[in-house]
């Protein structure tokens, strides 16, 4: 059975004429027909919204916070969305959405990781929340040109939420973006279309002491695999997640067909969403951090970070020394991250510190690397 949005994209001009072409032929219809099938989700708002029970175990860990709403709302009462955000967490997926849901505004379609959708996961991604599989690195021209006709199709109809890093940050800073989806969003055919750029920060990160082991992501890991060590790292795990959105950007003068352009928005896109990044207190205080210090010159060398943040603009979460302090050692050692004992603060997981001190290093003009 064909639906209404795959119907649309074969009969995009786009798709003819690679069809026609020299790449044409029975084998790479099959091969666009195959994509499409695998693009094809759909988003069941009542029991989209009624997830939130069964996901109640992970989601009582987590207080979601949304800043700047009114502004995704006026947008959403203007016309199309496409939400840029960047990714810290296989969180992220539920926080977001879940903010605009808290809200009252409609959700957009989401696109993820096909390494997402596999097992029980997958079907409430594909079924309910809709979220979209995207194939990150492949090379072949016609899933490019099925994934682009694909999203110019799906924006006439839904808003979109995309993470321009493509996948999740292992090192924990905020990576260059793809433009790959962004370039796809652009072709599309709507009349009123903004780009809002969104900030996801957490005190803690779920899966932090995983990435943090890695740093840098070498190869695609089961999500079975990757979601046991998630459970063993959830264990008196608690968290806040700030969501915070930004002003909308528009796409008129953008030049799809010229790759300055997009590269030029993309970059745009992703140094707003570094300014709007909500800075907490782990953070500053994995800045601050020395292999040992006392609890004293920690606050002192934490007012230093604050000062530096609040000169770059920083959307800042915490004021001062003596409040992250307060706030963050505690659940720091809990974490395993640090040991506090004696009026003295030691280093214990020097892998995950480096992570959390690594998310600010858009900000800071000293980048973490070299202050532990």
């Not at 700047?68 to 947008?75: C, D, I, L």
Request: glycine share 8%; aromatic share 6%; net charge positive.
């Amino acid at each position: 059975m064909v639906d209404e949005i795959t119907e649309a994209v074969l009969s995009r001009d786009e798709i003819a004429r690679y069809l026609e072409g020299s790449h044409g032929g029975r084998a790479t219809r099959e091969r666009i027909h195959g994509y499409l099938d695998e693009l094809r989700t759909t988003q069941r708002y009542s029991i989209y919204r009624a997830l939130k029970h069964p996901l109640y175990p992970i989601l009582r860990k987590i207080e979601r916070i949304g800043e700047n709403v009114e502004v995704v709302k006026a947008s959403a009462r203007g016309g199309r969305i496409v939400y840029a955000s960047n990714h810290k967490s296989h969180t992220d997926y539920l926080m977001e959405p879940l903010v605009l849901d808290d809200n009252g505004i409609r959700p957009p379609i989401i696109a993820a990781g096909i390494n997402l959708f596999g097992g029980p996961l997958g079907l409430l991604h594909r079924h309910v929340t809709g979220a979209m599989p995207v194939r990150r690195n492949t090379k072949d021209p016609a899933y490019l040109i099925t994934l682009k006709a694909y999203v110019a199709e799906l924006l006439r109809r839904h808003d979109l939420f995309f993470y321009p890093e493509g996948g999740r940050s292992y090192s924990g800073d905020i990576k260059s973006p793809k433009t790959g989806l962004l370039h796809a969003a652009l072709h599309t055919d709507v009349s009123r279309m903004v780009i809002i750029p969104t900030a996801v920060a957490y005190d803690f990160v779920l899966e932090d002491h995983v990435l943090a082991r890695q740093r840098v992501k070498r190869t695609q890991r089961p999500f079975s695999r990757e979601l046991a060590e998630m459970v063993r790292y959830a264990v008196g795990y608690r968290s806040r997640a700030f969501v915070t959105f930004g002003k909308p950007l528009s796409v008129d003068g953008v030049d799809p067909g010229s790759r300055g352009d997009v590269l030029e928005l993309a970059h745009a896109i992703m140094t707003a969403v570094g300014r709007l990044y909500k800075v907490l207190p782990t953070a500053v205080i994995a800045n601050a951090m020395r292999p040992s210090i006392t609890r004293r010159d920690l606050e002192s060398r934490t007012d230093t970070v604050i000062d530096t943040l609040r000169s770059a603009g920083a959307n800042l979460g915490v004021q001062s020394g003596a409040e992250a302090v307060a706030e963050a050692l505690e659940p720091l050692e809990a974490r395993g991250i640090i040991v506090a004992e004696r009026g003295r603060v030691r280093v214990r997981d020097r892998n995950v510190l480096r992570y959390y001190a690594r998310t600010l290093d858009h900000l800071l003009a000293s980048p973490s690397r070299r202050t532990h």
